[in-house]
C-alpha cells in the first residue's frame, strides 16, 4: 500500500535557522530518504518551498479565485513529502517515528486511495 508522509511545520520557522542549521536539517532529510530508497519503499519525496512562493486556486461565488501566498490564515505550511510503500498503516508510522522531521515538524501519515473510498 501507499502511504504519503506529509510534513507540515509551523510557518516562519524556517527564517530563525541559520544556513548551517538548515543545510544540516535538510542533510538529515536527505538521507532518510535514501534509507527509504534503500529498503525499496520510497515512491518519491521532495521538500516544497515557503508558502510565500505558493498560489491557491479556488471556486468561490462559482468563480475560480487565485490567492497568492503566504497564506496569513495558515499557521502552518506543507513543507515536503515522502511516499512510500508499505504493507501497513503500522509500518507506515513506524517509519514516520523516525522521519528527523518528527522532531521540528508533524509528520502526517496518509494512506493513498481513491477520493471516493471513506
Known sequence: MKYLLLITEPRGDRETRNEAEARALYDE?????GELAAQGRLLASESLRPDSHGVRIATRDGKLALTDGPF?????M????YLIECASRDEAVQLAKSC?????ATVEVRECAPCYVK
Open 78 to 81: 506543507v513543507g515536503g513529502f
Open 29 to 33: 532529510m536527505v538521507a532518510f530518504g
Open 72 to 76: 496569513t490564515e495558515a499557521r502552518e
Open 100 to 104: 528527523p522531521a518528527a522532531r521540528f
